[in-house]
C-alpha cells in the first residue's frame, strides 16, 4: 500500500519499491502530488497575504475610522466655537448698534448744548472775551466784536494789543494779578477808545478761566459800556457843583443883604440925628 502525507510543504514518498506500479504511473503520481503540494503551499502563502492584507485593511478601517470620528469631534468642536464666535459677533455688533447710536444722541446733545451756549454767549448784555495767559483772545462774543466794528472770526486768536494798543499793557497787568492771585477782580472802570475815536467808559470784571484739570489757563472778561451812566454821573456832579456854587451865593447874597441893611438903618439914624441938630441950632 503506497503511504503518501505531507508535513510544512515537504513530501514524503515510500521507495519506489515498495510501490507495485509501473515507473511512468509513479512518476505521474509524484509530480501530481508535487503540484498540488505546491499549489496547497501558494494557497497558504496567499492566505496568508490575504489574511496580513485583511488585518492591515481592518487597521486602516479603524485608524480611518478614528480618524473620522476625531474629524467628527473636531468639526463638532469647531462648529460650537463657530457658534460662539457667531454668537459673540451678533453681541458685538448689536453693542456696536447700541454704542453708534448713543454716541449719535450725545453728538446731537452736544450740539445742542452748545448751540445754546452760543445763543446765551451772544445775548448776554455784555461784553465777553476769553483771554489765555499771553493776552490772547481766544473767544468773544457777538457783542464785543460789534464794539470793535468786527465779526468774531476777526477777533477770536488776536492780540490784545491790536484791538486796544493804549490800553493793552494796563489790560495785561490785571490780567496777570488774576491769573497769579487766582482770584477775580471785579468793578475795574476804565476809558477805551472805540473804532470811531471816541472815548468810551467800561465797567469790567476779570475772573480766573480754567481748564479741564484746574489749572488757570486764563481769564474770562465780562464789561459792561458804561459811558451813558458815566456821563450822566459826570452831569449830575456838574449840576451838584452848580447847586452848591449856587447855594454859596445865595448865603453871600443873604449875608451881603443884612450888612446892607444894617447900613442903611445907620444911614437913617444918622440922617435923623443931623436933622435934629440942624433944626435946634436955627431955634
Known amino acids: 500500500m503506497q503511504h503518501i502525507f505531507s508535513s510544512s510543504s515537504v513530501l514524503f514518498v ?3 519499491g515498495q510501490i507495485f506500479l509501473p515507473d ?9 502530488v508535487v503540484a498540488l503540494l505546491a499549489t496547497l503551499a501558494y494557497t497558504f ?13 481592518e487597521e486602516n478601517l479603524k485608524a480611518s475610522r478614528d480618524l473620522e470620528e476625531q474629524s467628527r469631534t473636531v468639526r463638532d468642536e469647531q462648529e460650537r466655537h463657530a457658534a460662539v464666535i457667531r454668537a459673540e459677533l451678533t453681541t458685538a455688533r448689536e453693542d456696536l448698534k447700541a454704542h453708534d447710536a448713543e454716541r449719535r444722541r450725545a453728538e446731537i446733545e452736544l ?21 489765555d495767559q499771553k493776552n490772547r483772545i481766544l473767544r468773544v462774543n457777538q457783542r464785543a466784536a460789534e464794539a470793535l466794528g468786527l465779526s468774531i472770526q476777526e477777533v477770536e486768536g488776536k492780540h490784545t494789543a491790536e484791538f486796544y494798543p493804549d490800553e493793552a499793557e494796563q489790560y495785561y497787568r490785571d490780567d496777570l494779578e488774576v491769573i497769579q492771585r487766582q482770584k477775580a477782580k471785579l ?13 468810551r467808559w467800561i465797567q469790567t470784571d476779570k475772573v480766573p478761566f480754567l481748564d479741564a484739570s484746574g489749572n488757570v489757563a486764563g481769564i474770562i472778561v465780562f464789561a459792561q459800556d458804561i459811558t451813558e451812566r458815566k456821563q450822566l454821573e459826570e452831569s449830575m456832579q456838574q449840576a451838584q457843583r452848580v447847586d452848591s456854587i449856587g447855594r454859596l451865593a445865595g448865603g453871600v447874597a443873604h449875608d451881603f443883604n443884612n450888612m446892607l441893611a444894617a447900613i442903611l438903618g445907620l444911614s437913617e439914624l444918622a440922617r435923623a440925628s443931623i436933622s435934629s441938630e440942624s ?5
Open 111 to 131: 450740539q445742542r448744548k452748545a448751540e445754546e451756549f452760543r445763543v446765551v454767549f451772544n445775548s448776554v448784555p455784555a461784553l465777553i472775551w476769553i483771554k
Open 187 to 199: 468793578g475795574i472802570i476804565e476809558p477805551v477808545q472805540s473804532q470811531g475815536g471816541n472815548k
Open 24 to 32: 511512468a504511473v509513479v512518476s505521474i503520481s509524484a509530480l501530481i
Open 279 to 283: 433944626e435946634a441950632a436955627h431955634t
Open 14 to 16: 515510500p521507495p519506489v
Open 45 to 57: 502563502s496567499i492566505r496568508r497575504r490575504l489574511e496580513h492584507r485583511m488585518r492591515v485593511l
